[in-house]
């Protein structure tokens, strides 16, 4: 019987929450960007920022919505500390005078057929200082309502590309490539 309910508030819940613009608060222990690149032509340097801090709001009703998303630059981690403590230097992310990187959105694609689930994001990318265009393709979204939390909470992976040259990170060029393969995992929590 608590079942039946549980799910019958939900069910009212999620449809309340499609008929007007949701904001989520990003989760810090499932919210990270991970970045690929070639190295050499040989194999692939991996690394990640993080937690990345932001919300997202959702307005499913009018397909639309806005991300923003913060993301500390001293968190880079590949899993070599002495290559990351290189990263974070002058010639590369530079983290002393720009400690931080954003990413800000207001062009939300969902699915066809108006399929309530996100697609992708088109926004601009803050890095060093300077800002360039980005878009995210979602390889998987989804929303679900929390047992623990009794809110809904949204989710998904996205990936993009850039090419750091763009924000003048030349360092290790052509050895290393320019071409950055970008994946963002982020779940966000329906504020109430």
Known sequence: MRFAVFIALTGAALAAARAEPQRYALDPAHSFV????????????????????????????????EVSIELPMASVSTGVAPFDAHLRRADLLAVEPHPLAWFVARRLRY????EPALAAVEGELTLLGQSRGLALTAT??????????????????????????????????????????IRVQVEGIREP
Do not use: N, W
Not at 36 to 43: D, N, R
């Open 140 to 181: 998987r979204f989804g929303c679900y309502p929390h047992p623990r939390l009794q809110r809904e909470v949204c989710g998904g992976d996205f990936e993009g590309e850039l090419k750091r040259s763009d924000f003048g990170i030349d360092y290790g060029l052509p050895f290393v490539a320019d071409r950055v393969r």
């Open 111 to 114: 699915g066809a057929d108006g």
């Open 34 to 65: 991970q970045f690929e690149l070639m190295h050499f032509g040989t194999s692939t340097i991996r690394g990640r920022f993080g937690p990345a801090r932001g919300s997202v709001t959702l307005d499913r009703e009018a397909r639309s919505g």
